[in-house]
């Protein structure tokens, strides 16, 4: 399955080789309009811009970071012919806001069950490997956005953007995202987990930063569905007791839950059953707590190993702030419902580009989507949908062939298990400003 085909699939729908060539085909009319409908946002008027190419033109806001939506939409051809060889910016904007935030949420969800399920990643005891964890991204600093979403604020009070807090989860194999949630910066991170605990797959395993430390959330992800796991380190000073040892540095503790987390989630008991394994990793012991408490099944000595692929998702945020957006971090959208859609946008952009690169490493056994360098593939898969609206149908399998002809180009090095430099240790910001020497030398 073809990046061109990927989404037809999804609607039982394969698109006609005699019309390729555009960059709709990717994304076909047909799947679209059914997220359209789902989503509430279905019209029957047609304009010059219609929902359907409005789809891409959010998504192409990602893609091509360097370019006005507007010129996007020209040269991509996105709207119907018309008596003016281009749109006007502000059609873009009215075709955004008929558009909404939902549709193009429908899409993402839409899409990722289907790429997830047909790309058959590796598991590990028979679970699918998930990461969960935040990240903040800046909007512009307009009215609008500035009393929806909360300011960045350092030592001595100076303000900065707009913020939205968001939390992924993500397949750590592939890189590809499986669901999202965000809101504005000061919402904590693991009221935004409780979003992402239905849309996660059963048979799978998923690994947390010790900041996502909630009984209540935790308990819920491991009760709801099947065999929904977690891993997490232990947070320094947990108070717990000793059950019973399942092997040297393997035991299974009893956790007592609080008050207040009881009265939150009504469904926690008082205790908690997890495991505890320890570990010496380069003379530092590491403590690590999960779901998975049948020793037979899940050996203890990988377990430990598997939280370094935690990093992964660390991996996918840098991949979209700095080689998708090419580092500008300030997001586009002046209105909060636009920020909203844009943020649907990039991550959708994403996972497009990370399919296809699912699709390049199955072209070559024993490879996988995270051996290989986004940056580079990114700038290959993008290059090769530019040309879908600039050449013949018929070169578009050839550009395709081509593209999984050079993925061995696009492999990364092995990664090292030592660090080429020591970790630099950031300075304590100060509670006062610093008085500079030429300050001191006049008074």
Same mark, same amino acid.
């Given at each position: 399955?073809?990046? &061109?085909?990927? *989404?037809?699939?999804?609607?039982?729908?394969?698109?006609?080789t005699e019309?390729?060539?555009?960059?709709?085909?990717?994304?076909?009319?047909?799947?679209?309009?059914?997220?359209? $409908?789902?989503?509430?946002v279905?019209?029957?008027?047609?304009?010059?811009?219609?929902?359907?190419?409005?789809?891409?033109?959010? !998504?192409?806001?990602? @893609?091509? +970071? #360097?370019?006005?939506v507007?010129?996007?939409?020209?040269?991509?051809?996105?709207?119907?012919?018309?008596?003016?060889?281009?749109?006007? /910016?502000?059609?873009?904007?009215?075709?955004? #806001? +008929?558009?909404?935030?939902?549709?193009?949420?429908?899409?993402?969800?839409?899409?990722?069950?289907?790429?997830?399920?047909?790309?058959?990643?590796?598991?590990?005891c028979?679970?699918?490997?998930?990461?969960?964890?935040?990240?903040?991204?800046?909007?512009?600093?307009?009215?609008?956005?500035?009393q929806?979403?909360?300011?960045?604020?350092?030592?001595?009070?100076?303000?900065?953007?707009?913020?939205?807090?968001?939390?992924?989860?993500?397949?750590?194999?592939?890189?590809?995202?499986?669901?999202?949630?965000?809101?504005?910066?000061?919402?904590?991170?693991?009221?935004?987990? $409780?979003?992402?605990?239905?849309?996660? /797959?059963?048979?799978?395993?998923?690994?947390?930063?010790?900041?996502?430390?909630?009984?209540?959330?935790?308990?819920?992800?491991?009760?709801?569905? $099947?065999?929904?796991?977690?891993?997490?380190?232990m947070?320094?000073?947990?108070?717990?007791?000793?059950?019973?040892?399942?092997?040297?540095?393997?035991?299974?503790?009893?956790?007592?839950?609080?008050?207040?987390?009881?009265?939150?989630?009504?469904?926690?008991?008082?205790?908690?059953?997890?495991r *505890?394994?320890?570990?010496?990793?380069?003379?530092? $012991?590491?403590?690590?707590? &999960?779901?998975?408490?049948?020793?037979? +099944?899940?050996?203890?000595?990988?377990?430990?190993?598997?939280?370094?692929?935690?990093?992964?998702?660390?991996?996918?945020? +840098?991949?979209?702030?700095?080689?998708?957006l090419?580092s500008?971090?300030?997001?586009?959208?002046?209105? /909060?419902?636009m920020?909203?859609?844009?943020?649907?946008?990039?991550l959708?952009?994403?996972?497009?580009?990370?399919?296809? @690169?699912?699709?390049?490493?199955?072209?070559?056994?024993?490879l996988?989507?995270?051996?290989?360098?986004?940056?580079?593939?990114?700038?290959?898969?993008?290059?090769? !949908?530019?040309?879908?609206?600039?050449?013949?149908?018929?070169?578009?399998?050839?550009?395709?062939?081509?593209?999984?002809?050079?993925?061995?180009?696009?492999?990364?090095? !092995?990664?090292?298990?030592?660090?080429?430099?020591?970790r630099?240790?950031?300075?304590?910001?100060?509670?006062?400003?610093?008085?500079?020497?030429?300050?001191?030398?006049?008074?």
């Amino acid at each position: 399955m073809q990046l &061109t085909t990927a *989404l037809a699939l999804a609607n039982g729908y394969a698109p006609n080789t005699e019309q390729l060539g555009q960059l709709s085909d990717i994304l076909c009319p047909d799947f679209i309009s059914q997220c359209l $409908e789902t989503s509430g946002v279905a019209t029957i008027r047609k304009r010059r811009l219609p929902l359907e190419q409005a789809v891409w033109a959010v !998504i192409a806001m990602a @893609m091509y +970071r #360097q370019e006005p939506v507007w010129s996007i939409v020209g040269k991509a051809q996105l709207m119907l012919p018309g008596k003016k060889p281009l749109v006007a /910016p502000s059609a873009v904007v009215q075709a955004r #806001q +008929r558009l909404g935030v939902d549709a193009v949420k429908e899409i993402f969800s839409q899409s990722q069950r289907v790429w997830n399920q047909g790309a058959q990643h590796p598991d590990w005891c028979g679970l699918k490997l998930l990461g969960v964890d935040g990240v903040v991204w800046r909007a512009p600093d307009t009215p609008d956005n500035q009393q929806t979403f909360t300011y960045s604020k350092n030592q001595h009070g100076d303000v900065g953007y707009p913020q939205v807090r968001m939390v992924c989860q993500m397949e750590l194999t592939s890189h590809m995202l499986v669901a999202s949630a965000f809101d504005d910066a000061k919402t904590n991170e693991m009221k935004l987990a $409780e979003q992402l605990i239905d849309s996660t /797959p059963d048979n799978s395993l998923t690994l947390f930063d010790r900041g996502f430390y909630s009984l209540g959330l935790l308990n819920r992800w491991h009760q709801t569905g $099947e065999a929904r796991h977690w891993l997490m380190p232990m947070k320094k000073g947990t108070q717990f007791d000793v059950i019973t040892k399942l092997g040297r540095q393997d035991k299974l503790i009893r956790l007592t839950t609080t008050a207040p987390s009881r009265k939150q989630f009504n469904e926690l008991p008082e205790y908690i059953d997890v495991r *505890l394994l320890t570990k010496t990793v380069k003379g530092k $012991e590491v403590n690590i707590l &999960t779901s998975m408490t049948d020793p037979l +099944r899940f050996p203890s000595a990988e377990i430990v190993d598997l939280y370094s692929h935690r990093w992964e998702i660390e991996l996918g945020y +840098r991949e979209m702030k700095q080689s998708l957006l090419n580092s500008e971090f300030t997001l586009r959208s002046k209105k /909060p419902e636009m920020v909203r859609q844009e943020l649907w946008g990039i991550l959708l952009s994403y996972n497009i580009i990370r399919y296809q @690169m699912v699709k390049m490493a199955q072209s070559k056994p024993g490879l996988y989507a995270s051996q290989l360098s986004f940056t580079t593939c990114a700038v290959a898969i993008i290059h090769v !949908i530019y040309g879908f609206w600039l050449e013949a149908a018929g070169t578009i399998p050839k550009r395709i062939d081509s593209l999984l002809a050079e993925t061995e180009q696009h492999v990364l090095p !092995i990664r090292g298990d030592s660090r080429a430099y020591p970790r630099c240790v950031r300075a304590k910001p100060r509670k006062y400003p610093v008085k500079r020497k030429c300050q001191s030398a006049l008074n």
